[in-house]
């Protein structure tokens, strides 16, 4: 039967189970995109005695486009709903091929079909047998039974409810820069957060570790062998990191809602050069925090420099445009500082990677809520002309960012450069 037609509550229940079971197969746990669009189909033919459902309202419900989005420029959903249509079938023909029931998407349409295993796929298959009858069983057996039956059906529907709660949540969340870009994508997003032990020794050596250097462990050496010296050669031990990077990295898991189990938070020491040739990365912290952006940061217009004096961080400018400065230094106290954002493919062109980072540390989490702030993303469709980020090859983005007390208070877009695909 499928969803187009009216089911008893038994029937809805048994498609519901069996919609649970594929989701949490081996073919489905690792695999957000197919879950959630699974889940999306089937809760819409399953809530409804005569669902509609056509490729617009997935790609904005499951996919995060706008409900003004064409399907003709952009096939997304199609491309989904082939694979998930391989999965299903991989899934009644391994883990699920005792399955009862059989759930598919017909080609050509995106409502969902169940039906008994063994039999063709049509839109109403006949009604099941009667089952035979049992032996009665004695009155306190089968309030024994009752009792036991409706425990498991309560705790399933509290359980079911809260998750589509949580569905529904997820999809009433509005869209930010940051979920524009990743989490649409099938590829794991890696946050990689800053390595403040090899920061210190970089300070104190009053020299910045190249890429090559910090990939194979080598660090500067020290001036003196003093107690000092020895504490700050122990800190690379320890996997410390930013308070700023914690903020951001905690507030990118929430935010992603429905995508959350595709996050991973790394350590900038736990990154091997090889990880950027797949999936997505968001690399937190400047080029002394977080080496790994020098991979990146010689083809950027707004690159980092530091101060080999003071060992300030400061953005400069290589090609300037009209109204723009050539630098843009952290002010002194500092209320204000400067952040970057830089968005570029990675080292195979098969995935992203957001490079976040500011003159100081509130200027990093300055920049990090920009990209996950709501209204940040039509201010860039408007300023990149772009009604979708992901139409962009690479952007970059000069905050001007207000702090109090080490806290970030307000962000300006400075200057933008972009580039097509």
């Known amino acids: 039967m499928n969803g187009s037609n009216k089911l008893d509550e038994g029937a809805v229940t048994e498609r519901r189970a069996l919609v649970t079971r594929v989701l949490n197969s081996p073919q489905f746990i690792r ?52 694979q998930l249509r391989t999965k299903l079938a991989e899934y009644f023909a391994t883990d699920g091929r005792h399955e009862p029931l059989v759930v598919e998407i017909p080609k050509g349409a995106y409502l969902p079909v169940f039906h008994p295993a063994g039999s063709p796929l049509h839109p109403e298959p006949p009604e099941p047998a009667p089952r035979p009858r049992k032996p009665a069983l004695g009155l306190a057996a089968a309030a024994t039974v009752a009792a036991v039956l409706f425990a498991a059906l309560a705790t399933w529907a509290f359980l079911q409810n809260r998750s589509l709660r949580t569905e529904v949540d997820a999809l009433r969340s509005p869209p930010t820069p940051l979920s524009e870009l990743l989490f649409d994508s099938q590829n794991r997003v890696n946050i990689v957060v800053t390595d403040a032990g090899s920061q210190a020794v970089q300070n104190f050596a009053g020299r910045v570790v190249s890429v090559e250097d910090y990939a194979a462990r080598r660090l500067p050496p020290l001036p003196e062998h003093t107690s000092a010296t020895r504490f700050i050669e122990s800190l690379p031990q320890m996997a410390n990191t930013a308070l700023a990077d914690t903020v951001i990295a905690a507030t990118i898991a929430e935010a992603a809602g429905r995508h959350r189990d595709s996050i991973r938070v790394r350590h900038a020491r736990e990154v091997a050069p090889r990880d950027f040739h797949t999936e997505n990365f968001v690399l937190l912290g400047g080029v002394r925090a977080n080496p790994w952006t020098r991979l990146f940061e010689n083809n950027l217009n707004f690159a980092f420099t530091i101060d080999p004096d003071s060992g300030a961080a400061s953005i400069s400018n290589r090609k300037p445009l009209a109204g723009e400065l050539p630098l843009y230094p952290p002010s002194r106290p500092y209320r204000a500082g400067y952040g970057r954002i830089a968005v570029v493919p990675n080292l195979s062109q098969t995935g992203k990677v957001v490079l976040i980072a500011g003159t100081g540390m509130a200027s990093t989490e300055g920049a990090g809520a920009f990209m996950l702030d709501p209204a940040s993303l039509a201010l860039l469709h408007t300023t990149l002309h772009a009604a979708n980020l992901n139409t962009l090859k690479s952007f970059e983005l000069l905050l001007e960012m207000e702090t109090v007390e080490g806290t970030p208070v307000k962000a300006r877009l400075l200057a933008s450069r972009a580039n097509t695909k």
């Open 31 to 82: 695999s957000s995109r197919q879950r959630e669009l699974l889940s999306f189909i089937c809760e819409r033919a399953l809530a409804s005695e005569n669902p509609e459902l056509n490729e617009a309202d997935i790609g904005h419900h499951v996919f995060g486009r706008p409900e003004s989005y064409n399907p003709g420029d952009d096939n997304i959903v199609r491309v989904a709903a082939r």
